[in-house]
């Protein structure tokens, strides 16, 4: 009959195994945490996206059913109808576009479980010709900039216009 070596666990073993469990758990509760800060962030990534879109088609629009000419597409240091540099994400005036001299109070989203007032975000509408493009194509970039607890968040939006609608 053979005989079993029943020993146990040395304290050397337990104390390792207890330090990889403990870098385990501290390591789960490192994702969880990155976790929940997105989840945070997230309605705010959803509207500067929408806003930086809305005001391309807005931009578009304007253009499609000339209530612009096209060289009023263009920001206010070129002679057009758009302000230069960041202003806050305020609603449109009664000419329909945003970041223009006639633009309403600043805007709020109605959320399914909260309403924001969106005076912690802002927008700048940057215009300028396309070189090599005899002034008929243009760039447009968008860039919304909002503030998640204590980080700033950017968003940005490029795309072209033409001169034929």
């Known amino acids: 009959m053979a005989r079993t070596s029943e020993q146990g666990f040395s304290l050397a073993e337990t104390v390792i195994a207890l330090g990889v ?4 758990v501290i390591g789960a509760a490192g994702v969880l ?7 945070a962030s997230s309605p705010s990534d959803v509207i500067v996206s929408q806003k930086a879109t809305e005001a391309v ?16 597409i263009r920001n206010v240091s070129d002679g057009g109808v758009f ?6 994400l305020t ?3 009664p000419d ?3 970041n223009t001299a006639d633009d309403g109070p600043v805007e709020t989203e109605v959320l399914p479980t909260q309403t924001i007032a969106l005076s912690t975000y802002t927008r700048q ?4 010709d396309v070189s090599g493009e005899n002034g008929a194509l243009r760039s447009i970039t968008v860039t919304i ?10 968003y940005t939006l490029t795309t072209f216009i033409s001169s034929y609608s």
Request: hydrophobic share 40%; net charge positive.
């Open 91 to 93: 609603t449109p005036g």
């Open 96 to 98: 329909g576009l945003v």
């Open 145 to 154: 900039t909002c503030r998640v607890g204590a980080r700033t968040r950017s």
């Open 83 to 88: 302000t230069d540099g960041a202003t806050s």
């Open 125 to 128: 509408i940057k215009i300028q």
């Open 57 to 72: 088609e807005a931009v578009f629009a304007a253009r499609d059913s000339h209530r612009l000419t096209w060289s009023q």
């Open 33 to 39: 945490a990155a976790g929940m800060q997105s989840l």
């Open 21 to 24: 469990l403990t870098a385990g």
